[in-house]
């Protein structure tokens, strides 16, 4: 009599628990970028660490979206926490132009299909103070290239939405708008200089700058321009909102420097938000390893 | 005791006047003593107290030169009664915002603290309001005004000196939005004006 044979699996053919769970991880995953792309505000951004991230602690969320610097929607620093509601982000386009092979008009979701990065990246006010913030974006180098800058373009002007109806802080001539600001071509395609389109593993809340910022982390903040609709390649050095404001305490580089201060207040030490005790401020925000070299010879008191 | 009816002419409010006032010059540190217990300093806490506190030494300062042209323009001479409280309200506040710079900001570094005094125009006129005022609370006393006489007075015209030095610490420090010091900046210069001319008058 034959023996009943219970028709079973080979264990050749069983899928390793470990296996099994990664490909359900993997269909979340997917599901979750699928529902991304349909409603983009819930998701969490698909971005990969980067080797440029500082491990220093992050500034809280909440310090991060209430204590802002962003003049369009008022000049204190809770006013764009409780302003920049009425910033529509959607649909957007940046424009790169002026002095490129390809000049293009990007759908800001366009961009988000650029690989995205998480970079921890220090931020340091020109008025004294500091976070630690974890964006999410990509390198500024990436769309530029794909641009093909002209062998003329020496600098890349940055200019952010001007829209007194969204922005209200513009309804006051507090600053030249719209916002303009600029670095030299070889600061802007740096793999540190960052076009940012979120934060904290999710799009940038409208008061840090949405949709899309400039982040240059060995540069005082207010370089890194907010909500950009144009990025424009040029042959002179453009002229900043900030350096038309104050020529005299604005300099075009504007890089962290403790021994340059501004001429009103020292730049030697830095509160970082969360801390108490003042920390001292590093030449290049701490960042002098990768970019020092972009300004070897150049007297940093002269071009501050 | 004495019976009532001796007593000068009283004003009703003038029982409750003071306290009131009193009271109400202490709710701003109340609130920052409220705010503080929770997350309600905000993200740079230390920002806040200082500008909390320099504000309200500027306001009370500014209340405390408002006494005199109140009570002309109003009859109403239970005002004076105020000032002293109010101008040592004033000096209240700024001793604390002068505190907390040199203190929560500076750490006590006063070689760094000098630098400041010396290199940060805005620094350099808060200082001065703050040294102006010194005098000013120290001879606040009876017994001061005794002393001095005549001199009092010419003392204490000084709190001139203190405002307006106030004033351009506060614009000088402000980074471009110069809207609040150039209002506290307007009711000063009324305020001056509201002496200055009846002065020019008598002339």
Same mark, same amino acid.
């Given at each position: 009599?034959?023996?009943?044979?219970?028709?079973?699996?080979?264990?050749?053919?069983?899928?390793?628990?470990?296996?099994?769970?990664?490909?359900?991880?993997?269909?979340?995953?997917?599901?979750?970028?699928?529902?991304?792309?349909?409603?983009?505000?819930?998701?969490?951004?698909?971005?990969?660490?980067?080797?440029?991230?500082?491990?220093?602690?992050?500034?809280?969320?909440?310090?991060?979206?209430?204590?802002?610097?962003?003049?369009?929607?008022?000049?204190?620093?809770?006013?764009?926490?409780?302003?920049?509601?009425?910033?529509?982000?959607?649909?957007?386009?940046?424009?790169?132009?002026?002095?490129?092979?390809?000049?293009?008009?990007?759908?800001?979701?366009?961009?988000?299909?650029?690989?995205?990065?998480?970079?921890?990246?220090?931020?340091?006010?020109?008025?004294?103070?500091?976070?630690?913030?974890?964006?999410?974006?990509?390198?500024?180098?990436?769309?530029?290239?794909?641009?093909?800058?002209?062998?003329?373009?020496?600098?890349?002007?940055?200019?952010?939405?001007?829209?007194?109806?969204?922005?209200?802080?513009?309804?006051?001539?507090?600053?030249?708008?719209?916002?303009?600001?600029?670095?030299?071509?070889?600061?802007?395609?740096?793999?540190?200089?960052?076009?940012?389109?979120?934060?904290?593993?999710?799009?940038?809340?409208?008061?840090?700058?949405?949709?899309?910022?400039?982040?240059?982390?060995?540069?005082?903040?207010?370089?890194?321009?907010?909500?950009?609709?144009?990025?424009?390649?040029?042959?002179?050095?453009?002229?900043?909102?900030?350096?038309?404001?104050?020529?005299?305490?604005?300099?075009?580089?504007?890089?962290?420097?403790?021994?340059?201060?501004?001429?009103?207040?020292?730049?030697?030490?830095?509160?970082?938000?969360?801390?108490?005790?003042?920390?001292?401020?590093?030449?290049?925000?701490?960042?002098?390893?990768?970019?020092?070299?972009?300004?070897?010879?150049?007297?940093?008191?002269?071009?501050? | 005791?004495?019976?009532?009816?001796?007593?000068?002419?009283?004003?009703?409010?003038?029982?409750?006047?003071?306290? &009131?006032?009193?009271?109400?010059? *202490? %709710?701003?540190?109340?609130? +920052? !003593?409220? =705010?503080?217990?929770?997350? /309600? $300093?905000? #993200?740079?806490?230390?920002?806040?107290?200082?500008?909390?506190?320099?504000?309200?030494?500027?306001?009370?300062?500014?209340?405390?030169?408002? &006494?005199?042209?109140?009570?002309? *323009? %109003?009859?109403?001479?239970? +005002? !004076?009664? =105020?000032?002293?409280?109010? /101008? $040592?309200? #004033?000096?209240?506040?700024?001793?604390?915002?002068?505190?907390?710079?040199?203190?929560?900001?500076?750490?006590?570094?006063?070689?760094?603290?000098?630098?400041?005094?010396?290199?940060?125009?805005?620094?350099?006129?808060?200082?001065?309001?703050?040294?102006?005022?010194?005098?000013? #609370?120290?001879?606040?006393?009876?017994?001061?005004?005794?002393?001095?006489?005549?001199?009092?007075?010419?003392?204490?015209?000084?709190?001139?000196?203190?405002?307006?030095?106030?004033?351009?610490?506060?614009?000088?420090?402000?980074?471009?939005?110069?809207?609040?010091?150039?209002?506290?900046?307007?009711?000063?210069?009324?305020?001056?004006?509201?002496?200055?001319?009846?002065?020019?008058?008598?002339?």
């Amino acid at each position: 009599m034959p023996r009943l044979r219970i028709p079973g699996i080979p264990p050749s053919e069983i899928t390793p628990v470990e296996l099994f769970r990664s490909r359900r991880a993997f269909l979340t995953t997917g599901a979750v970028g699928l529902a991304a792309l349909a409603a983009p505000a819930q998701a969490r951004l698909p971005a990969r660490a980067s080797p440029y991230s500082t491990p220093e602690p992050l500034t809280s969320l909440e310090d991060i979206t209430h204590y802002n610097n962003f003049y369009e929607f008022g000049t204190g620093k809770e006013d764009p926490a409780q302003q920049a509601h009425s910033l529509v982000t959607r649909p957007w386009t940046v424009s790169v132009e002026g002095l490129v092979r390809k000049p293009a008009v990007w759908d800001v979701d366009t961009l988000l299909r650029f690989p995205l990065e998480e970079r921890i990246y220090r931020l340091r006010c020109v008025e004294g103070w500091s976070m630690v913030i974890p964006w999410i974006g990509f390198p500024l180098a990436s769309l530029l290239r794909q641009a093909e800058p002209l062998g003329s373009a020496k600098y890349v002007e940055f200019v952010s939405l001007h829209d007194p109806r969204q922005m209200p802080g513009q309804r006051r001539p507090i600053l030249d708008w719209p916002y303009r600001e600029g670095l030299r071509l070889d600061e802007a395609l740096h793999p540190l200089t960052l076009l940012a389109v979120g934060l904290y593993g999710e799009l940038l809340p409208n008061q840090n700058g949405a949709p899309i910022r400039l982040v240059v982390p060995w540069k005082y903040g207010f370089k890194s321009a907010k909500s950009i609709v144009r990025i424009r390649l040029v042959e002179q050095q453009p002229v900043t909102t900030w350096m038309r404001a104050a020529p005299d305490e604005y300099g075009f580089y504007s890089n962290v420097n403790p021994a340059v201060d501004h001429p009103r207040w020292s730049q030697a030490r830095e509160r970082r938000i969360g801390e108490f005790r003042k920390r001292p401020t590093l030449p290049f925000n701490g960042y002098g390893e990768l970019v020092a070299h972009l300004y070897a010879g150049m007297d940093l008191r002269k071009f501050f | 005791m004495e019976p009532a009816s001796r007593r000068p002419a009283r004003h009703p409010l003038r029982a409750w006047l003071k306290p &009131v006032v009193f009271l109400a010059a *202490l %709710t701003p540190l109340a609130r +920052l !003593a409220v =705010l503080a217990q929770g997350d /309600g $300093l905000g #993200a740079n806490p230390v920002e806040f107290v200082t500008h909390s506190t320099g504000t309200w030494a500027l306001v009370w300062l500014l209340v405390t030169l408002a &006494v005199t042209p109140a009570r002309r *323009l %109003t009859g109403f001479g239970e +005002l !004076a009664r =105020l000032r002293r409280m109010l /101008g $040592l309200f #004033a000096f209240f506040y700024a001793s604390l915002h002068l505190l907390t710079y040199l203190w929560w900001d500076q750490f006590f570094d006063w070689r760094e603290i000098a630098r400041d005094v010396v290199k940060r125009p805005f620094i350099t006129a808060g200082m001065t309001a703050y040294l102006l005022m010194l005098p000013l #609370a120290l001879t606040s006393t009876q017994a001061m005004m005794r002393r001095l006489g005549r001199n009092w007075q010419r003392l204490h015209r000084l709190v001139y000196g203190v405002a307006i030095a106030a004033v351009c610490h506060y614009a000088w420090l402000v980074k471009r939005d110069l809207t609040l010091p150039l209002l506290y900046g307007a009711v000063l210069a009324l305020l001056l004006a509201a002496r200055a001319i009846p002065a020019l008058r008598r002339q």
